[in-house]
Each structure stands twice: as structure tokens, then as C-alpha cells.
């Protein structure tokens, strides 16, 4: 990687769900990029302990205790992010919540539930993020879906749902703001073990969860959430160009598209 195209010094960037597995690797990786970041976490505990380790380290962070699904509180949050700061420059929306279920074993206040934070959450923090990038005239969005995405995951119906919603939402966003010098992707990972994955893996296979990971992580060495940074880092650069070729989980970028 050529670190010096890598450097955030004087961006302001906003992770969601940044004290926990992916969000957590990317606020870290961000902040000794040199990037501003604001953690925004339902568990409050959890992101002032990595905003903590950040400024420790003598990179600069702070953590605030917001819930994704709710408009107001995110709308307030981001303005004040932005009046600290001097604006938001780049927003990566990794608060998510897992289900188990196919279509007949999923309650309505389950299904409710998965769309509020998967879907909801990532249209609220865009919302809430995107006057303050037009103000600017520039920024990048990166959003979280999945693999469940575009692949029928079994047992995922309202997982899968949401995130399909979340790619839509950010082809729809690349579109509809790239005139304004704001680019918004996603990225679609497959198994990633963190926190997410160990309860998921505790809660259904625990006899097997030991050697399952074992086997996944032989073969996709990418599996483990501190090797997942380098993808989140090009998409939030400023002058991505060329697209990057990547092995491993799949990718989806607008970067170069003629939106
Ligand atoms: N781990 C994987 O295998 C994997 C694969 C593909 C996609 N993803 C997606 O990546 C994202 C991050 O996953 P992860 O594995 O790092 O999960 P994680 O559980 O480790 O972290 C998610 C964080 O989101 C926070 N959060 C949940 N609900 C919230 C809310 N309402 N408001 C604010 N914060 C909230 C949680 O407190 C947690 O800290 C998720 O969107 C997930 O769907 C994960």
C-alpha cells in the first residue's frame, strides 16, 4: 500500500458502530491515518474504550453514545460532530444487527427490528451526514452490506433483506450526489469473525465453532476483522482512481462509473 495516498489528516470521519469488530478496526485504522473520528455507538462503554485507546495512542477520536435508529439523535449528533470539527468529510455505517431465520420463522417484531437498525440506521446517518458533505461539496460514504446481499444465505431472510436494502440505497446515494462531489459505495463482505460472528456461532454451533473458524480462517485470511481495514481505507481516500484488485470477499465500488 502506498501509505502517503493513505493519509485523513484534516478529514473528519464518523464511524457507526465503532466499538465493535469492523467499525472498531476501521475508527482505529482511520485515526492513525490521521482522520478526526467520531464513534457513534448504541453501547457506550464499548466506544469510549476504542476512542479511549485511540487518543491514547495520540491520535484523536471521541465516542458518542447515539442509537442509529433514531432520526433526531442522529441529526443532533452529526451537527454537532460537524460544528466541533469543521464538518463531516467521510461516514462508514458498520452498526448492524444479525437474525437468524427463514421467512416463516421470523416474527414481524424480528423482521421490525433488522430494518430498523440495518436499514433505517444507515438512511439516518446518510441523512444526517449529507448536509453537511454538500456544504462542502465533497465526502464519501461507505456502507456495510453483505455477501447476504446478492447470495441466498439460508436461515438469513430479514438479514439478507437488509442488506440488500443497503445496496440499493447506495447505488441510489452514488447517484443521486456524485454531481456534488460525494461518493457513496458499499462493501459486501462474507464471514468476518468478530464480536457479531462469536455470538452468532455461540448461540447456534458452539460444539463446532472452534474448528469452524479454524478451517474458515485457513482458507480466507481475510476472515479475521483486523485484516478487513485496507478496503474501507481506499474507498474513503480523496483521490481513488484506479480500482483495486482485491481477492477474497466480494467488492462493489461506483468509484469509477460515469454517475
Ligand atoms: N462480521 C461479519 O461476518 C460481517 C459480514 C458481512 C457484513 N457485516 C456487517 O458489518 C457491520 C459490522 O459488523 P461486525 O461484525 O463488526 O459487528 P459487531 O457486532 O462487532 O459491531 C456492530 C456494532 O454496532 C453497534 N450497534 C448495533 N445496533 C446499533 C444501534 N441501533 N445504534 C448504534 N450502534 C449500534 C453494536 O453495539 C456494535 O458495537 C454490520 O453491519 C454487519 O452486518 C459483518
New binding site residues.
Partial sequence: MNNSLFRLEKKTAVV?????????AVAELFASQGATVAI????QS?ADDVAEGITAAGYNAEALA????LQNEMINAFNGIAERHGGIDILV??????HIGKLDTTSEQDFDKVYN??VK?TYNSMLAAIAHMKKKQKGAILN?????SSVGLPDRFA?SMS?GAVVTMTLSVARDYIKEGIRCNCI??????????D?FLKRTIPARKKRCLINYQRHNPSAE?HNQKRLPSWHCISVPRKPLSLPGPTTRSMEDSSV
Fill in positions: 457507526t458502530g465503532g466499538g465493535s469488530g469492523i467499525g472498531r457513534i455507538e448504541l453501547n464499548a447515539c442509537n442509529v435508529t455505517n458498520c452498526a448492524g444487527i444479525a437498525v440495518n440506521g456495510l452490506a453483505s455477501i447476504a438479514y442488506k459486501s463482505p462474507a464471514r468476518v469473525h468478530t464480536p457479531f460472528v455470538g476483522w
